[in-house]
């Protein structure tokens, strides 16, 4: 790729955010970005159709929930079991997985996690210990199976839409994630 103009040469870069627009030949009408070039003394009238590189929210969290699905497919699920995970509630459950194995759960995981105990929220067994109830090797198979689920068949852009609804979305979001 050649360079349009040569390095000694000496550039000005004028930004314009109005529109002008003038029959004279020293000036032309600009987009909302354009841009007045001054070489030499010379000025050429530029007119960029691209807005500067920035993404709006809903691009950068996109973008976010793209970088973490691509994160989250790269990490192995074990096969090998620890040991027996005692537990009381499943959240209970996914975070001794996550210091037992040292990986995160996928923020899908986590939330149904959360709605698995909010569904035992008035029930005759509410206060009953989880792993009473569900087999403790049972109930940590049934995490890993959705677990890989959700880190090989969920749409970025499904995330991303959780998120936007979700101000406090981040806190499902393990800390194991490395900061974008």
Sequence with gaps: MK????????VDVISSDESSSSSSSSSSSYSSFGVEVQVNDGTKNVAVDQPPKELSSDGLLIRKAEIYQEYMKQLPIPTQRGSVIP??????LGRSIKQLYGQPLHYLTNILLKQWDHSRVGSEDEHRPL???VHPCKAEATVWLVEELHRQTSSHHHMAKLWQSDPMHHAF???IFPQL
């Design 3 to 10: 360079r349009a103009l040569p390095w000694s040469d000496q």
């Design 87 to 92: 537990f009381t509630t499943w959240m209970g």
């Design 131 to 133: 792993d009473i109830i």
């Design 173 to 175: 979001i393990d800390s």
